[in-house]
Structure formats: C-alpha cells, structure tokens
C-alpha cells in the first residue's frame, strides 16, 4: 500500500542510490498504466488498417479534451477524498447557457467569463454546504447535479445550435503539423490546464494541503493547516473546470444541450482512479489522470476500427477492455512491490 | 421527546411526511385507501409498491457501502435478471406453469449471485477500487442483457410470474410483501448474528479489523453477493411488474438513488455504521418524491429542480452543523443574555 | 478480435476493390424501434453488398462525433449517421467534406446553415406524428361539445422526438379549447415510468378522457395501470401512441389502445439506395420521407399477422 | 511572583454529551517555564489542550493570551497566536513524505513554488539535531510510531513559538530519546518558550517540570512547584486515593522473578523478512514473560509483526508447540492461540466508531466466526469485568471508542486480546498513555497471567517495565537480534541491557 501513497517526486535530483529506488517505487502504478497504453495501442495498430496514423493518436486527445479538463477538476476532488458528481451536469449547463446567451446576441468576450463563472460559483456553493454543514460530498454534489441539469432543462429543453463566429472559429480552428495531422484549440487549453494542474499539486501549499486532507483530514486540521478553505477550493476548482469543460465541450459540438455530457461524472471519476488515485484520498497523480483517459479515449477508438459491435457488444467489450487493463494494471503493480 | 427528534431518521422521516402532505393539496383523496378487486388501493399504496425494486438495491447497497464499498452495477444485474426469467418463461411450452416460473426465478438469482461473486472477487481478491470493480460490470452487464434479449423487449404473459411485481396476497402488493420479508431476513440474520458489528468493523477501519483476526475477504464478497441477490429480486418485481424484460430501462441509474436512499439513512459512504432501517426510509423517501411530482403535476422541464431542492432541504435538516446554526440564532437570547460568544 | 458481432462482415476496412464501404453511427439501443431500426440496416447492407462500419453512439452525440471522425480517418465511402440531436454538427461535417466523404443523415435531420454538407436526409418527421395524433383526436370528437381532458406520457424530456411530437399535437389541438391536456409527465419512454405516472394520474385526476403517449411502450404501461384501477383501457380512456411496434400493435388490435401513428424503423433498402447513388455521382433528393402510414383498431388486425418488429 | 502569565484560563468548563470533561478549570502558564498537566486517564489533559487550541468550542469560562481574551476558531489561528501544539495521537499525514509534514503549511517558498530540495535539506538537518537520521523524502507511513511520534515533535518545536504544548509526546520514546527531548525543552525554556507537557511518566515530570496542575475528573485539584510535593504525594492527590497502588507496583516484580519457563510455545528459526527485521531464532516458553529490548527503530515491532503474521516473514519458520506452522495471516495466529496488541491503537487497534463493548469483543467474535455470536450475557460480563480490572471510564460499554481519552482507548485495546484468552500474548507497548495506577494494574495482570501458564512476549519503551517483568529479555540492534539476556531472578539492569546493545553481542 505505501508504494502509491506518495507526492510527487519533485524534478529535483536525490543522491544516495537506495533513496532513487524508493523514488521509483512510487510511480510504479503510473509507469504501469503507461505500459499498458502503449501495449493496447499496439494491439490497435497491429489489427486494424490505419490505426497506426498520427491523426488517430491526436484524435484521441481532440474527442478527449474536454473529459481530460473535467477529469483534472476531478482529480483535485478525489484527492481530497471527496468525490463530484455535478460535473456532467455543470458541462451541460454551461453549453445551454453559452448557446442561449450567444443566440440572444451577448458577446463572446462577455458570455465566456460569465459562464465560468456561474460553473465556480455552482462549485463554490457545493463546497461550502460540504464544509460548513459537513454534508457528505456525495449528496452535496449530487442535488448539485440535479440542480444544474434541471437548469439547463428549464432554459431549453432543445438542442441549441451555436452560430458565433468565435466559438465557430475556435471550433474550427486547427493546429496543423502536417497534411491531416492536426489537433484543435482544445487540446491545448486541455493540455495548459493539465500542466497548471500537475504544478499546483506538485509545488503549491495548496497542492500539498489537498493531499494532506486526502490523507487524513483530522490531522491535517490538527496541524494546523486551512482545511475548510482548501476543502472549499477544490470544489470551486472543480466547477471551474467544469465549465470550462463544458466551454471546450461547446466548442467541440458547436452546440448547447441539456442532454449533453450524459454520464460524464463517472467517465471523469473512472479515468481519475484508472490513473492510480485512490478514492478515498491522498494519493495519485493528475499526469495519471491523463493516461486514465487516454485509456478512455483508445478503448473507444478500438471499438469504432472494430467496427462490428452491436450496441450490447460494444457494451461488453468496453468492459472487457476495462477489466483487462485494471486487472493487468493491478497484478503489475503488485508484483514489483 | 427530545430521544425521538435526536434519532438520525428523524429529519428524513420529517421531510416525508411533508412531502406526502403536500399532495393533498392537489389530489385531496391522496391518503384513502380503499378496497378494489379484493386488494387495497390508494396513492400510499403505489408509494410503497413503487419503492420496491429501489428498497431492495438499497438494502443490498447498505451492506456493501458498510464494508467501505460501492456498487454501480446493480442496475445492470436487474436488468440482466429480468432479461434471463423473462426469456426462459418466454420458452416455456406452459408460461402459466408455476413450477417452470420458479426454475426461472431460480436462474435468474443463480445468475445474479455469480455477478456478485464476480464484483466481490475482483474488489477483495484482486484488490481492485470498488467503484472501478462495479463500473467494469455496470457498462458489460447492460450488454449482456441486451445481448440475451437481443435489444427487443421480451414480453411475456405468465400469471404466476405477474404475481412477484403485480399480484396481491391478502390484499396488499405481493413485491411489497416480498421486501418485508427480505428485509426482516436480512435484519434477524444481522441481529442474530456477529455479521453486524464484523462488517462495520471491516468498512471503518480494514487494518484494525484485519489485526483483529477478522476475515473481511469473505464479509466483503459476501456483500456484493447480497447485493447483487437483491438486485436481482428487484430486477423480477420491475419486470414482473410490466410482465416484459427491458434490458435497456431496467434499473438505468438506479445505483444513484439507491446510493441516495443509503446516505439518507444515515450510512456513512466511508463505511462502518450502518442502518438498514434507514435505506428503506430513503427509498420510500425518494418513491414518494417520484410520485408527489406526478401528483402535484411539476411540468417534466423542472422535475429535476424540484428534486434538487427536496434533496438540498433533506441534507441541511440532516446537517447536525445547520440545525446548529439556524437554532443557536433563535436560542442564544434566551439561554445565555450576554456571555455567548459571536458565532 | 473480441468477440464475434451478431452479424455484419468482417473488419476489413476501407477501399478495397469496388465495394462500397459506408460507416454508420447509430444512436444506440434505447428501444425495440431503434434495435430494428439497426437490423434493417445492417440486414440492407449485407443484401445490397455494402460493407458496413457499424458504431453505436450509447445515445451521446459526443460519441457520435468521435465515431465520424474515426470513419473519416478509416477513409470509409459513405458516412450516414442518425444524429443524437440537431445541433451542432458543422465541424465534423465540414470535416468529412474536406476528405471527400458523403454523409447521408436517417431518422432526423441536422439544422446546419451549410446544406450541402450533407447529400440527403432520409426518415420520419416527429412533428408531423405528433400532428396526425391531434387530428385523429380531432375527428374522433367532432361534434361533442362537451370538454375532452387528456393526460401526456411524454418521452425523455429534451429528447427530440419527445419535443417534436408533443408540439405536433399541440398544435392541432390548439384549434378548440375544449381540448385540455390536464397531465403532462415525463415517462422517459419506458413501461414502468408509463405506468407508474399514470398510476399517479388516475390519482389525482378522475376524469380522464384521452391518453396521448409519446411512444407505444408507455402506453403499454399505461395500460396496465389504469386496468389496475378498475378501468377500460380504449373504452373509458381512449389511447393514442405513436410507434406501432408489434407489441402496441397487438394491444391496438385487442381493443386496448384507439389509435396508432406509424413510425417506421424500416429504411434501410433506401438508405442503401441513396448510398449507392451518391457514390456513383448521381444527384440524390435532399429530404426522402419514409413510407409511414397510421392504423385504426381495424387495420390493425389486418396488418398484425406480418408485421415484423 | 515572577513573570505574569502569558497564558491563562479561568473557569473553563467543556461538556460532552454524558460527560463533563472540564468543571471550572483554571489554568496558567508563563513565560520560561516547563508546566505539567497530570491527571488519570480521562482526567481531561486533551480536552483542556483541544479547547485552548480551539478545536473545542469552550462551554464556559475565559482564555487570555498576554492578558488579551482570545478565543480560536481552530489549530490554524493557534499557531498563528504562536501556540505549537503535538496532540496526544500523532497527527500528522502518513502519506506524505517525513519533510513534508515537519514543514507543511510553512514550507520554504521561492515565488510561491515550494522549494523541495530546501524542504528536504533542512528537515534532514531539524533530525538530525534530534539525533534521527531519516530519509526525509520517504513516506511517513513507512517509520514506526515511535519515530512519527519524533517527527510530530520536530514540526512542533521548530516553529518559533511562544507556547509549545506537548501532549504524552514521550508515550512511545526510550530513554535517550526522552533526554534529548528535554535537552531541546531545556534550551527552548531558557530562550523564554513557555512549555505545557504531559506525561504519565512521573519521573520525567519531576525532571523537567517547574510546576504542574493536577486534574482529577475534569475537576482541579490544584497547582504546585514541582520542589513542593513528593511523587507519593502527587499520586495521592491525582488518584484521590491512598497510595495503595504505588505501593503495589513497587512489590509485583519481585514475585515475577522466581518462576521457571515450562514448555516453548513458539520457536522461531531464522525468521526474517527483508528491510524489516534479519532472521533471528527465538523460543517462548509457557508461563514465561519475554521482553524486547532495543533502540528507537530497533526493529522490536517487526519482529513482534511477524510472529503474529500480520506482516508475512519472507525467510525462516515458526513452530507451534513443536509442529511447524506457516502464519499466513493475523486469523491463522489467532488460531494457533496468539494475541497481539498493536503499539499504534488509533490505527491498528480500536475501531473509533464501534462501542467499548464491540471493540473489546472483536477479536473473540472473530476468531468464532460470524455464525456463532457470542451471547450478550457473556458479553456483558466479560465487558463489566475488564471495564472493572482496567479501570475503563467512563464506565459504559455503549459509548464510542473513538469519544474515550487515549489511556482508557489503550485499555479497551488490551481488554480485547486478554479476553482470547491467548497462549501467546504479544503486547507491543501496552502501558503506552496509560496512567500510573492502571499501568500497575496491568503489570500485575500480566504477571499473574504468565504464572497461569501463558507465554508473553512483552515489548515497551521504558526500559524499567521491561526488567521488571521479563525472565529473559531479547536485545535487539538495528533490526538484528544480538543477544539474549536471562533475567530470572531480576539480575539484568538497565546499564547491562545498554551494553548488550552498544557491543551488539551477548556480554
Ligand atoms: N469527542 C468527545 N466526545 C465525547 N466525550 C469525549 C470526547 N473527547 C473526550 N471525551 C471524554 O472527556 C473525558 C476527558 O478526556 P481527555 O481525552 O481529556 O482525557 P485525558 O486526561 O487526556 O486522558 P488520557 O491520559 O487517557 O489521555 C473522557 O471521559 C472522555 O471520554
Ligand atoms: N536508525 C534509524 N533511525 C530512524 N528510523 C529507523 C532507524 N532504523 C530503522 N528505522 C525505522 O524504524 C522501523 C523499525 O521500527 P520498529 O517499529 O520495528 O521498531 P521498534 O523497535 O518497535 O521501535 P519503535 O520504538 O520505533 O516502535 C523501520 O521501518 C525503519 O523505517
Ligand atoms: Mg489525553
Ligand atoms: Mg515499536
């Protein structure tokens, strides 16, 4: 158990040879997972024709960016050992708002911020019911849910198309590397915000106080440290990156929908633990959480090459593909300890 | 006095009884119950019968949440036991053969058992995080109830097997009755047994409890098999009910409120401490919340809202901190004048 | 490979001799409509020699778009997809355009500006169905003065053909105000919400006239309860469903229910069609409706013994 | 007379639910000075500590720093006042590095970036002035209690702060460690620190502290110059009795010495288990009491793990009344009639949210399985017994374990295992935080239970409960056994244990 509840290995070099063994130790269920990603995009590209093209790899994290921004909000959440079930719902209610707002003619320059806004504020006002009146998260977060996606269903129950030629050209907008090989806007918000996230964890007092209440959340307050406000916080992070999920979520789909990001809390929650956090706090990687929904993002990439599922059989082999990776994932890690 | 508004179900009990109340404003004959066709009927009555299926996932959620464990699949389990009585009694030469209607009964619990076993291995053997574990079983196991009905919903016309989620016996719903006997069962076992305090043991603190000689390997898939058993029950009364398998509906998120209708009770989703008594409060709970939005006619777009309000109104009355804060401003006046300090 | 599909060919991919590949992105499998809506197309390619890319969305449109861009990376011939709503397709749309890939839409439209990002759309028209339930209603009450209270199933609140057919019927019914909707719920489409919102109904309303259910599950549901409550189905309630799946069918042809609005899964043979057209070059219609017609408790029992799903 | 005060507390009162921690309380401590707080188990040493700190609303009374009435919404705002606390159980977070939780919340920050490699130097550097030589990068969770217990002392004192409170910080240090404690006391005092200790060593007490306030069941007895009372009469005035136990407590050990072991129980041949403990042999006879004696990290809780199987030796067997036995894990020892209470009771021993009656029920209910419970008649008398022989307070077995004082949670500990009725009963620092009466009271228990034929393995810090208990105690020296040394008769002394360790072999 003591090889995965560590905090990350700052860049820092560390002299005696026993302690750089110890160092690895603890990134063994990342370097795992890694292994495995590696292994099951090999098997892809060993079965079907041009699975082996960059442009499927970078499609990956194109359909992925929005879970991958989600899944980083979650990540903080997580390691406080809480858990957030508002996300899906915050993402739709930030593409209904956006939609609604944008057709009615507001500015982008005005609804971005204002829609982020109101994820923080959602996130912010679950947190403090969470703290100040020691609510379980669980329940907190999930009349949060209800909330949101009740909201958006009450502003329209219609999907909303977005016509606003910011959102449009950030929709469109390429980064080309080559002819085909491109990634969108997204990606790069996506990938902004995951390295912001790993920093703060890693090299923020607020990053170690996050792990610290993961850990042990009476003594964390014993020594000393702001437990409410950083309990607080992660939540308002989480919102936060809620919307701003839900912002990339719009640009992807061009569109604003009540229905949208339909179970997304669990993709979120899955890819979190998939990357070696535990749920119940104090442990665990965000780069992890990349690689959690990198393994997302492939399995269904696998399904679609594969091409001749049924509904139920792609059902089953999303499982099949899932319990093949954990329990590879897990009997890794358990042998190297 | 002040014992019974200290008890935990105290507030959860409080915010049902409003919530029925408050459907008398709209439909006036809301708390009669007559006597139709031989068996009672009333909106009271169809609170409990609709609370039924999500009784049982509760209870059986109850002791997987004490051992420190969650369960997403149980939907899928329903919808796969449903689908498996349904095709078999589909098969039957005589649908109305009570005997062959138990063989299916039988097949479909065997199968749930085994899906419990499979969750139990793979959360303590394995030593995979409960809620991935339940998740691999929870997205498979839809398809494979799917896959078993091949997409279509199976009807069949079985008269005894219409009875499990539809009949009556002695004028009350037989699912109803099926789930007092679950639950008494399940109470005297825990009551006559060490189970209780060895799974809260196990779900409040695994170290101590493992030094304590405790075999949580067994308790924890013993567990999940109940678990998946109820769910199972509770996948023939919602299928029985329409007297057809739905393996896309069955049970479609009724992990949540199950989860919903354990905390509600009063358990901890970090384990230890639980209370089955409680879980079937809050599913009851979440059924008449159901049916009050009917009732009380809440147009389908704000629906949500108003369970996001019913639920936020249950957790701050259940919230011993803003009880606190909202009674401490009335009460500080009269006990202590002056010496308070300023909250 | 993992596991052999039910049926469809195998996983070679894109290109190959002259056989056209067509990937298609279905919504899901939420009902017995949208399973033989999947049949008859998948059973259509086989006959028609298309190779077919079958991708099931699990009812998100973000699935949906990842599917479409990975048919676009196999280079498949033909994209068709039923889309999970109607907005919000012009990136991946625009996308396929520039790789030269034809996208043909089923069962529901996009609502793009840019028409000619797609060639053809090819299924029912919900409003309409809702239209042709408030006009049999219409008819069935000429002439009686008396007020008519009706109580909705609606489908999943905010999916499409819920909106669409629950505006339908408003619409028509809009024209004489004795026609009350006294109820309207949300039964997600299924028998067991069906039933237990009518339960709830028949509580607090005691005089129902008509029932309006947005799909023949609920109302097979439905059914259910108000016999529970002492009541005909068809006689002292009358019932109107849109779908004619076998099942509802049946019920029409026994009485149970008054009228059903047909909406067919069948369009795989013209999708088939359209798919060969548009890959030979040739113009193809922007709009094919399906052949859809409406049954009466007669014409039910006409056309029960063939029906096939 | 001298300094005024820079802490006071008057009429404090705290209940809880059932109980009254605190009634009236006063309190205060000044500038420069080491003040201990004596009381029982339960007497409410903690719950003054967590109301001065503020993670206790006070019920009634006044709190003045420097004269100024303060009134702290948590430990945060304390530490900001310049009050540095080590709560009774270590708190700290075992998932972080050693680093990490000496300066979490004050970590050295160059533009808000946390500067690890800085972190890690001092923190090396803040232990080794404690003479600890740690990886400071590794994950707490990987040291013994003893050495968190270290850690916790090294975060509290390298704040510079005007109060330090200590909380049993020594409950589980030997003696060289206790010294070097003090030594940072001394120097802390001299540069005008005000010190609030307690300890239930009262040796200790009388070395350090300048003056002490005694409690007594939430009540004050009253404050004194540590000069002015005898340690007979600080007994006296804690228990509220006559000295009766203290007299007990100083005939038991000679009774223990006469008895010959009879036949072994357990024998250990070159168990070990790599990074924990080298393969050492050991035998345990019946009716024999043998002590682990070692350093700070010694390796007395690994080896005392793997004879119980909770860790699993990965060399070497163990042999059961002659026939060999492979202890899988902790319910296959118990079967074989072995007992082990762990040193680390807040997360080994008591489950928190069970009652006192479930928690010291566990074990036996355990080992009898699920199906046959053990009825509530028998529960009830074996509960009333152990609360009684103990001194359990507050004295109702329903009450959580986790609402108990530490000292009464150890006993609940200890109750669980003797009721087994093992043949083996390891006890890995049983008197830890437990008061001076009840501690002789377990002494005596285990004495008498050895005569009755059981075998224990018996391993404490304080080095005097080990030689005056043990016939024969085991040295152990960085994780190796190194010698063996009989004690029938009570011919060891501390200096011949000491040397045993410093030469490493048998003298
Ligand atoms: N959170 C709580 N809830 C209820 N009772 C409590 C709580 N904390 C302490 N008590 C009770 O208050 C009393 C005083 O406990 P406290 O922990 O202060 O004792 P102590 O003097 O520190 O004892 P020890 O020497 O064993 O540590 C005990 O009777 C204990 O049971
Ligand atoms: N020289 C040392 N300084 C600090 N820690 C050490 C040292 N040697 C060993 N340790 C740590 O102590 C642990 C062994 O401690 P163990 O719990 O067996 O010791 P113990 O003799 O019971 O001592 P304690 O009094 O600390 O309980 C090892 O896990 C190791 O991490
Ligand atoms: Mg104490
Ligand atoms: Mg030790």
Redesign the interface.
Known sequence: MTDVKAPPQPAVTVTAPHKRRRADRRHIPVLATLALLALMYGLGVANYDNFSDTQVLLNVFVDNAFLLVVAAGMTFVILTGGID?SVGAVVALTTVVAATLLNDGWPAALVLPLVLLIGTTLGLGMGA?IH?????P???T??????A???S??IN?NSIPITDPFWTSMAQERIRFGPGIFISTSVVIALVVVLAGAFVLAYTRFGRTVYAIGGNADSALLMGLPVGRTRIAVYTISGFLSALGGVLLSFYMLSGYSLHAQGME?DA??AV??GGV???GGSGYLFGTVLGVLVLGLIQTIITFQGTL???????????L??AF??LQ?LVT?RSR | MTAIVKHRLFWPAVVLVLLLVSNVF??P??FTITL??GHL???LI?VLR?ATPLALVALGMTMVIATGGID?SVGSVMAISGAVACLFIGDLSNQGSVGGVLLAVGLALVLALVAGLWNGV?VSV????????T???M?????????LT????I?VSSPPFRVIG?GYALAIPVSVIIVAVVVAAAVLLIR????G??V??VG??P?????????ARG?TIGAYVFAAVCAGIAGLI?SS????A?S???GNLIE?DA??AV??GGT???G??FSIAGSVLGAVLISAL??T????????????????VV??IL??S?????RA?VFRRRRTPAVTPA?E?PA | GCGGG?DAGSGDSGGGGGKITMGFSQVG????W??AN?KSIQESAATAGIDLKFSDAQGKQENQIKAIRSFIAQRVDVIAFSPVVESGWDTVLKEAKDANIPVILTDRSVDSQDKTLYKSFIGSDFVLEGKKAGEWLVKEYEGKPEPVNIVEL?GS?GAAPANDRKAGFAEVIKADPKFKVI????G??????G???M???L??HQDIDVLYAHND?MG??AI?AIE???KKPGTDIKIITVDAVK?GMTALAAGKINYIVECSPLLGPQLMDLAKKVKAGETVEQRVVTEETTFTQEQAKAALPDRKY | MGDPPILQMTGIRKAFPGVVALDGVDFSLRPGEVHALMGENGAGKSTLIKVLTGVY?ID?GDIRLNGDPV?FGGPLQAQQAGISTVYQEVNLCANLSVAENIFIGREPRRFGKIRWSEMRRRSTALLAGLDLHLDVAAPLSTYSLAIQQMVAIARAIDVSAKVLILDEPTSSLDASEVERLFEVMRRLKRDGVAILFISHFLDQVYAVADRMTVLRNGTLIGEYATAELTQMQLVTKMIGKELTVLERLEEEPREVAADAPREPVVEAHELGRAGAIEPFDLAIHGGEIVGLAGLLGSGRTELARLL?G?DRPDQGTIKIDGKPVTLR???V??NHGIA?S?ENRR????????SVR?NI???L??????????PRRKQDELVERYIKTLGIRPADPDVAVRNLSGGNQQKVLLA?WLITEPRLLIVDEPTRGIDVGAKAEIQRLLVELADGGMAVLFVSAELEEVLRLSHKIEVLRERHLVGELDNTGGGVDADRVMQAIASGANP
């Open positions: 079930l019911v100040y009146f020691k609510v379980e669980f329940i907190a999930l009349a949060g849910m209800f909330l996606r009740g909201l269903l009450l129950r669990l929650i899955a633990v998939i535990i749920l119940t049924s509904s139920w059989w792609t059902r089953i082999v999303v499982g099949i899932l319990f954990i329990v897990r358990r | 709209f439909a004959r809301f139709q066709d009927y009333g909106s169809d609709s997403l793979l394995i030593g995979i995080q409960p809620i991935i574990a998740l691999i079983l997205v498979a196991g839809r398809g494979i109830a799917q896959l091949g997409g279509q919903i009807n539809a006559r047994s060490a189970l305090v060895l809260e043991a409040a603190s170290t101590a409890s493992r030094l304590a000689g405790i075999r308790l919602f009910n329409v007297a057809s739905d896309n509906a069955a949540l989860i919903l905390v509600i901890a989703l970090t230890g401490r159901d049916i939005t009917y009732t009380i006619g809440v147009p389908a777009e704000t629906t949500l809202l108003f369970k996001a639920v936020v957790c701050l259940q919230s011993a901190a803003f804060a010496a300090v | 039910d499998a939420e009902s017995g949208r399973t999947t609606q609140p109820a309207s719920q949300t997600q489409f299924t028998r067991t919400d039933k237990e919102v339960e709830a109904f509580k607090a599950d097979l549901g259910e529970a409550a002492g099942d | 609303d009634a009134r119980f909770a894990t902790p319910r020892a118990m082990f762990s997360t080994e021993g008591v489950v928190g949210e069970l479930e029920v566990l074990a209910q355990a080992s009898r399985g699920w199906s046959r419970p053990i669980r």
